[in-house]
């Protein structure tokens, strides 16, 4: 009999929760109207949305009308960095952003680079966290945007947004506060007015809901230039006729993910720290990766020393398991991660990572598997290695 295959990938995507996809289902098929029509199929569908839309503004504290609907969190990075960036050029041309962002953000701040705009990525400590005081430092008379991300996705470190919103503030108050919240919207409480930004980026797939779905948080008063022009939709924000379905869907995980998360948090926390406990004290030359306390609670990331992440993978799946690392083969080299080079790790600790990160569905049988397993797969291949040198 085959074992049962385990899931600890969760920060890449999670699985639709079966109720997410019941509140979808009407969406898909008898309720079908497209939203701008003004007929009773058009009027069902815009009341789904704007139930949808206000349930969200509630579970994350804004106004209905300061959420966008997107195609998911890179379109949300996206439209916040280039829409801030387009529409502010008059008083300014200067970014701040993390070396640790995700691509979304990173990627887009070359290309404003190329549009002639001048980006400050700020470094980070040895856990991943940037100070408030560095980046209200890096804020000048130019600067129109600051992005720093809520949590990491590679090393789940989760960065001290409210307090960096205040001391930009405090130094510039025109200045716009942008976070990408993939991570942690669904997973650990999120309250924009806490937090005090100016734009918030969140993605449906990562708190059990659909793919291709997300919102941007848009504080009432900042302006954007749309990146997608056509029909008007989203009040001229972001055009193309809405993923009704998906809109719902995402409203009833966010609300699920929520409503679960008293008892989902401390649970997740604990296996993950069983976890953490059980690999350091099992295998040796291993390092934990991110911040020890201030991190999201259902991730762990670890580096070893003399392997590769991706053999680790390989491995781990040959055996039911699917994690991450860091690291990804690109033209027949292996690329470290930014994120973990950032931290100050050498080529050897940051090719060597393996993420795991946990969710709805894990057990404790899943992480005793694991915990039973890792440590003959790393010794296996460390001894592969050793007897490859010589
Ligand atoms: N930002 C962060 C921090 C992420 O982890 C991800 C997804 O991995 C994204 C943005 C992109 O989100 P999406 O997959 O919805 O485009």
């Known amino acids: 009999m085959t074992e049962e295959r385990i899931y600890l990938d969760y920060a890449a995507t999670t699985p639709l929760d079966p109720r997410v996809l019941e509140a979808m289902m009407p969406y898909m098929t008898e309720h079908f109207g497209n939203p701008n029509s003004i007929h009773s199929f058009g009027r069902e569908a815009r009341r789904a949305i704007d139930e949808a839309r206000e349930k969200i503004a509630q579970l994350l504290n804004c106004q209905p009308s300061e959420i966008v609907f ?19 050029r008059h008083k300014g041309n200067h970014i701040v952003t993390t070396a640790i962002e995700h691509h979304a953000v990173l990627r887009t701040c070359k290309a404003l680079e190329d549009m002639g705009f001048f980006v400050t990525y700020l470094p980070v400590d040895e856990h991943g966290l940037v100070s408030p005081e560095q980046v209200a430092e890096a804020v000048n008379e130019r600067t129109i945007l600051v992005s720093v991300m ?4 590679e090393i789940g ?10 001391a930009v503030k405090e130094k510039r108050p025109d200045t716009i506060v942008h976070t990408d919240a993939v991570q942690t919207v ?8 806490e937090l005090g930004v100016d734009l918030l980026s969140f993605s449906a797939h990562k708190f059990y809901g659909p793919k291709g779905i997300g919102g941007l948080f848009v504080r009432k008063g900042v302006r954007l230039v749309p990146q997608i022009t056509g029909g008007g939709q989203e009040r001229n924000r972001r055009s193309g006729t809405e993923n009704v379905a998906a809109i719902v869907g995402m409203a ?4 699920l993910a929520v409503e679960e998360m008293p008892t989902e948090l401390p649970r997740l926390q ?6 953490i406990t059980g690999v350091l004290s099992r295998i040796p030359e291993t390092r934990l990766n991110g911040h020890p306390t201030l991190r999201l609670p259902h991730n762990a990331n670890f580096s070893f020393r003399g392997i590769e992440g991706e053999a680790l993978l390989l491995q781990l799946d040959l055996n039911g398991i ?11 080299s292996l690329e470290p991660s930014h994120v973990l080079l950032a931290l100050g790790l050498d080529y050897e600790l940051a090719i060597g990572s393996l993420r795991i990160t946990l969710g709805r569905f894990t057990t404790r049988e899943h992480i005793l598997r694991l915990l039973d397993l890792l440590p003959k797969v790393v010794e296996k291949l460390r001894a592969l290695r050793g007897s490859l040198r010589v």
Do not use: F
């Open 150 to 153: 809520h949590a990491n996705n």
């Open 252 to 255: 009833k995980a966010l609300e």
């Open 186 to 193: 669904g997973h650990i409480p999120v309250d924009i007015q």
């Open 157 to 166: 470190t989760i960065e001290p947004i409210a307090e960096i919103v205040r």
């Open 322 to 332: 699917a994690a991450s690392s860091g690291s990804a083969c690109s033209s027949g």
């Open 270 to 275: 604990a296996l993950r720290d069983e976890l």
């Open 70 to 88: 997107t195609s998911g969190g890179t379109e949300s990075d996206n439209l916040a960095l280039r829409g801030v960036a387009e529409a502010y």
